[in-house]
């Protein structure tokens, strides 16, 4: 585990912070569609992603779902990060995209390690700049995005943390993701189609143009 963490992290994190993750932290793998984190969830670990992709999603008032951001290797989920310096339960749920391998770090560790470790409280600052980019291109995608050009970037960020161009996802689960209907889904998908940008199949679409 020590030599994924320094392949991973070990442009930023001093060796004696290595040696702390590797003391204090353990292993995790989860299988592809495992909940990591849930709504409401105490949170008593924090995560750092080894290997694999994770879907951050939030929840509105009536129950229904969006996508904010993907994270990949190197990454941690800021929202959690947030719960975990502030001892607060979870707001958004996290998902395995594929499987994934992960080292969770206990909550009391956070704030000393900022205090101590540059390179922590690097990491800290950056995971923060790219997850609130990321979550500023979500709301422009709400606000300014018409579905279909929406759709179309979310099939490129998913071959993207896949690293994959053929994608095992139903129509329904993609109008999960992107809030919408899966007959929406149908009629957009095939359009994408038609411009030579995808090819469907059963339960599968591959990405030919990103």
């Known amino acids: 585990m020590r030599e994924e963490l320094v392949e991973s992290y070990g442009y930023l ?4 912070l290595i ?3 590797v003391d204090v932290g353990h292993e995790v793998k989860i299988k592809s569609g495992e909940v990591l984190i849930d709504y409401g969830q105490n949170v008593k670990h924090m995560p750092l992603l080894i290997k694999g992709a994770i879907k951050v999603l939030r929840q509105d008032d009536d129950g229904d779902e969006l996508l904010l951001y993907f994270l990949e290797n190197g990454d941690t989920c800021t929202m959690t990060m947030t719960c975990c310096m502030g001892e607060s339960q979870s707001e958004v749920k996290a998902i395995a995209e594929k499987d994934s391998t992960l080292f969770l770090l206990p909550v009391e560790k956070m704030a000393e390690w900022t205090r101590t470790y540059k390179g922590w409280m690097a990491f800290v600052f950056e995971s923060y700049n790219n997850r609130f980019n990321e979550m500023l291109e979500a709301i422009d995608s709400l606000a300014f995005s018409n579905m279909h050009d929406r759709l179309y970037k ?7 943390v896949n690293k994959l161009t053929v994608l095992e996802a139903t129509h329904q689960e993609i109008a999960y993701d992107l809030h919408t209907s899966r007959v929406v889904i149908s009629r957009l998908l095939k359009s994408l189609e038609n ?3 995808v090819k469907l199949f059963r339960n599968k679409l591959e990405v030919i143009d990103f």
């Open 154 to 160: 979310y099939l490129k960020n998913k071959v993207m």
């Open 195 to 197: 411009e030579k940008k």
């Open 13 to 16: 994190f001093e060796e004696a």
């Open 19 to 21: 040696q702390e993750i």
